[in-house]
């Protein structure tokens, strides 16, 4: 009777137990990784760094970026600029989505997530796109006519875009304007002309093939990284480059500003060296060996960058106040892009 009395409690014990993990709540944020040959993505707890569930993805997945409430994953395969596929992950239930088709927009990669919507390049159509949620369409395109347009920064208000063309050393900045009407040689305005919204291109010379890139907490400056081991500094309001830092970092791929816009952290995916880099006095300061990065993410919380190391097979862990690698991650083989999904507090 006794060991049927323990067995019952014991079998009592693990049904409450089960229940309580179960009923654990998600964490309100988590680190998104991508890994290529796996053709996976990583959900991480940030707190622990441990993976929490992994979701099967495209045949090439390269970029990752999160919806603003942090329910829903999109991930852009590109293919060397030949597919069309954006994958749509469902973060709560933790599975792949119906993904999209990019269709004439071949190339998905720089992906960005503002006003509820999806902004991407397509960097084989010389394009940037943007997908509507809500509606369920394609909703806006236009060319740069750059070669290789590749990564994308979405201004908050949704009127400026920023964009790296590989292939033509160049950044394009994209204005929503209002613009007036243009008088025909005649002088004479047609009788329904008026102002109206428009696109407008301004292209920026940048350091051979600048790839990587990002705009300052305050907006005011861009940076590009250059295989040429240089980077660019863009004057955003002057619509023009107005120095040029020289790192001596072959290979340099990837940037990202720290979140107090101090110092920006640069890293080779040839070398496996990173330096970090004072923005008053474009001076480099530190020099650590990282891996040999292909992708990079801040912790705006966390006093740490993270860095996918795509040729060694990890992902590196960077403290911003010792400046060197704190630990090393297993996200799965060759991995790539990263992102933030955070759920807002509930009310």
């Known amino acids: 009777m006794r060991f049927r009395f323990v067995k019952g409690l014991a079998v009592l014990v693990l049904s409450v137990s089960s229940r309580v993990v179960a009923e654990e709540p998600a964490p309100s944020r ?31 997945p390269h970029e990752v970026v999160a919806s603003a409430d942090g329910k829903t994953a999109y991930v852009s395969n590109t293919g060397g600029g030949f597919l069309h596929q954006i994958d749509v992950i469902d973060l709560t239930a933790r599975k792949a989505l119906s993904s ?3 269709g004439p927009l071949i190339g998905p990669h720089g992906l960005a997530y503002v006003g509820g919507k999806l902004w991407f390049t397509a960097q084989g159509a010389k394009s ?23 990564m994308i920064h979405v201004a908050a ?41 428009d696109w407008v291109q301004t292209l920026v010379p940048v350091v051979k093939a600048s ?31 107005v120095a040029t ?28 060296e990173g330096v970090f880099v004072e923005v ?16 990079m993410l801040m912790d705006p919380v966390g ?5 996918s190391c795509t040729p060694d097979n990890d992902a590196a862990v960077v403290d911003l106040k010792t400046m060197e690698v704190a630990r090393r991650l297993d996200v799965g083989g060759r991995p790539d892009g990263m992102a933030w999904a955070v759920r807002p507090p509930s009310r």
Do not use: C
């Open 211 to 241: 790839e990587g890139f990002d705009v300052s907490p305050d907006g005011r400056q861009l940076w590009t990284a250059s295989p040429e081991g240089m980077l660019s500094v863009v004057d955003t309001a002057a619509g023009k480059a």
């Open 30 to 60: 988590t680190l998104l990784a991508i890994s290529k040959t796996d053709h996976m993505l990583a959900i991480l707890d940030p707190a622990d760094l441990k993976v929490l569930a992994r979701v099967p993805v495209g045949p090439d």
């Open 303 to 307: 006093d740490r960058a993270f860095v």
């Open 157 to 197: 208000d949704g009127k400026r875009i920023y964009t790296t063309n590989v292939g033509s050393d160049t950044v394009s900045i994209l204005d929503n304007l209002l613009l007036q009407p243009s008088v025909p040689p005649t002088g004479v305005l047609p009788a329904n002309a008026q102002a109206h919204m």
């Open 100 to 102: 999209l088709d990019t």
């Open 128 to 150: 940037v796109g943007r997908y509507d949620p809500a509606s369920g369409r394609f909703d806006w395109a236009l060319g740069t006519g750059q070669d290789r347009t590749h």
């Open 280 to 295: 008053a006095t474009h001076r480099v300061i530190k020099r650590l060996k990282v891996g040999r990065g292909a992708a």
């Open 245 to 272: 830092i020289h790192a001596e970092l072959p290979g340099a791929h990837r940037l990202a500003f720290t979140p107090d816009g101090l110092r920006v952290l640069v890293v080779s995916v040839r070398t496996g």
